[in-house]
């Protein structure tokens, strides 16, 4: 439902950065990604995504990205959502949705859109309402790398 592999969310990464109107930021997520590509498949899933995750929300604010997020990615993630998978997924009771992709980013689509009740994925850091673009210790970043929930 919500796509996990470096392919898929590189370019969701790229409309965050659009959305914020950061074209540098997305200019340095272009100039990283070959980094992230080699880390990812050579070294581990998680390491690549983690090269993604700081490249693209270190230094901004927590607000622009959920503002980002809640605005743009909906259309993305929809769009990806296979028909059966939404007629099995609206046929639950309660729905928690566990994710690799950072909680930020896809939260507002699947609680909003989709009326999921908990949504558990990667967290990211932050200070003073500013992300550091490091991964939080506590949540999940690939299944089989790290899960601490």
């Known amino acids: 439902m919500v796509p996990c592999s470096s392919d898929a969310v590189f370019p969701l990464f790229c409309t965050n950065c659009v959305r914020r109107r950061g074209i540098l930021r997305l200019l340095l997520l272009l100039l990283a990604s070959p980094l ?5 498949y050579f070294v581990s899933e ?8 700081f490249a693209t929300f270190a230094g901004v604010k927590v607000s622009a990205i959920k503002s980002a997020a809640s605005a743009v990615l909906p259309k993305h993630y929809s769009e990806d959502m296979h028909p059966e998978t939404w007629r099995v997924f609206s046929s639950c ?7 690799a992709n950072p909680r930020i ?3 507002p689509f699947l609680k909003n859109y989709l009326g999921v009740d ?5 967290e990211i850091s932050s200070f003073k309402g500013i992300a550091t673009g490091f991964v939080a ?3 999940c970043l690939l299944a089989g790398t790290r899960l601490l929930l």
């Open 46 to 53: 998680a390491a690549g995504i983690r090269v993604l995750i």
């Open 118 to 122: 908990v949504v558990l994925g990667t």
């Open 137 to 139: 210790s506590s949540g």
């Open 105 to 107: 980013m896809v939260e």
């Open 93 to 99: 009771g309660r729905k928690c949705v566990l994710t």
């Open 36 to 40: 992230a590509g080699l880390l990812y």
